[in-house]
């Protein structure tokens, strides 16, 4: 196993397009994760799943963003008519169970909107 | 709601000890972390600490947790040019969602 993808590693898009990104977690990992982050702060949470259930959500997941997981295994996050201050890193991450001995990240995917 | 302070900057040189210091506002905090993120990558587990303990040491890392304090530090010892990176400290109470600080850059000079 590589640790958690994510796919793509950048994107650039422009404003009012709808973009979709894609997380494959470590494969016996049940819980993932998706965080943003923006330039200087630390990652805020968005939502997360065990197995396909979407089990919490941030109210900064606005209801232009939109997530699913929908075999329990890789997640998609949606973004629609994007902004300009939904530039940011998207981080997702995966743990076994509770996160009692913290997460893996994987190396986020870069929007960009112009 | 709960908040992870933490200092911005610190600048060291190759071979002294690093000391980067976080508080919490949580008193519900059960796990504490440190992560590492290097330019243009995702996050690393460094180290976590559990509530009830005050310190843990790994290899050149050790955390102390003061907890009537909400107080919790990462001491790298013989810092080197590669510990240049930021570190985030996090917090968790419920055992699902981490709250992150916004992060403490770390250069070492040579």
């Known amino acids: 196993d590589t640790g958690v993808s994510q796919d793509p590693r950048h994107k650039i898009t422009k404003r009012g397009q709808n973009v979709t990104f894609r997380c494959d977690p470590i494969s016996e990992h049940n819980r993932l994760y998706w965080y943003r982050q923006t330039l200087g702060q630390g990652p805020e949470f968005l939502t997360y799943f065990q197995n396909e259930a979407q089990l919490e959500k941030s109210r900064l997941l606005s209801d232009r963003f939109s997530a699913e997981r929908p075999k329990g295994s890789f997640s998609t996050l949606e973004i629609q008519r994007t902004e300009q201050g939904d530039s940011a890193m998207y981080l997702c991450?995966?743990?076994?169970?509770?996160?009692?001995?913290?997460?893996?990240f994987g190396s986020g995917t870069r929007l960009t909107v112009v | 709601g709960e908040d992870v302070e933490q200092s911005l900057f610190l600048s060291v040189r190759e071979g002294d000890s690093s000391v980067i210091n976080c508080t919490y506002t949580?008193?519900?905090?059960?796990?504490l972390y440190w992560y590492k993120q290097e330019p243009g990558a995702g996050l690393q587990l460094l180290t976590y600490?559990?509530?009830?303990?005050d310190m843990k040491q790994d290899q050149r890392l050790t955390v102390l947790l003061n907890k009537k304090d909400k107080h919790l530090s990462l001491r790298i010892a013989d810092t080197q040019t590669g510990d240049s990176a930021i570190y985030f400290c996090?917090?968790?109470?419920?055992?699902?969602?981490?709250?992150f600080g916004k992060g403490t850059m770390l250069l070492v000079s040579p």
């Open positions: 949580d008193s519900s905090s059960t796990y």
């Open positions: 600490i559990f509530s009830n303990m």
């Open positions: 996090a917090e968790t109470s419920g055992y699902s969602t981490l709250t």
């Open positions: 991450a995966s743990s076994l169970g509770a996160t009692l001995d913290g997460y893996t």
